[in-house]
């Protein structure tokens, strides 16, 4: 069954000596289904936005998971892997959508060897809107579960669905508690 969520964060002028004036609103869609014998998918959808942002300081603006180092241990499901930090944070509204998918059989998992090995092959999109982000969106592949506890990832990031940037990130097996 998929997970709905909502939160409220709110900033209020004059508590401890604040200068925050601000309210916030999210909305968080989850699910994560097999698709028969194929494989499996998950998929996170989160928009918010500031309804009030009045007095909003930096440390309060909504801030995107990411990390630009090679070797990261970020959820694959609801974080970017080359979206340079703050550069996308805002105070205004965002929408973002996470898609992975786990292939059983795909490229290299074709091979027995390979596939009694273990190894999983994903697939996935991330996208970014914002005022100012241009559309960001992330496309890659990733060869999971290498020695039972690697991930390596290929990423192209795009902007205005033109490539901007290319990147390989090394992390923690993502296998580990999935369906």
């Not at 100012?132 to 902007?159: K, M, P, W």
């Amino acid at each position: 069954a998929p997970t709905i969520s909502a939160s409220l964060r709110v900033g209020v002028p004059g508590v401890g000596g604040s200068q925050s004036d601000f309210a916030a609103l999210e909305a968080t869609y989850q699910r994560r289904f097999a698709i028969g014998r194929k494989g499996k998918v998950d998929l996170l959808v989160r928009a918010g936005g500031f309804v009030n942002n009045e007095s909003v300081d930096f440390p309060d603006f909504k801030h995107f998971s990411t990390s630009e180092i090679v070797l990261t241990s970020l959820d694959p499901i609801g974080s970017y892997r080359l979206l340079p930090f703050y550069r996308e944070s805002t105070q205004e509204e965002y929408f973002q959508t996470f898609a992975h998918y786990q292939f059983r059989k795909f490229l290299l998992t074709q091979i027995w060897k390979v596939h009694l090995a273990g190894l999983k092959e994903d697939l996935f999109v991330n996208y970014l809107r914002t005022p100012a982000s241009d559309n960001y969106t992330e496309i890659g592949y990733s060869i999971d579960n290498i020695f039972r506890f690697l991930r390596v990832e290929f990423v192209t990031a795009l902007r205005d669905f033109r490539y901007d940037d290319f990147g390989v990130r090394i992390s923690v097996a993502s296998s580990f508690g999935r369906l």
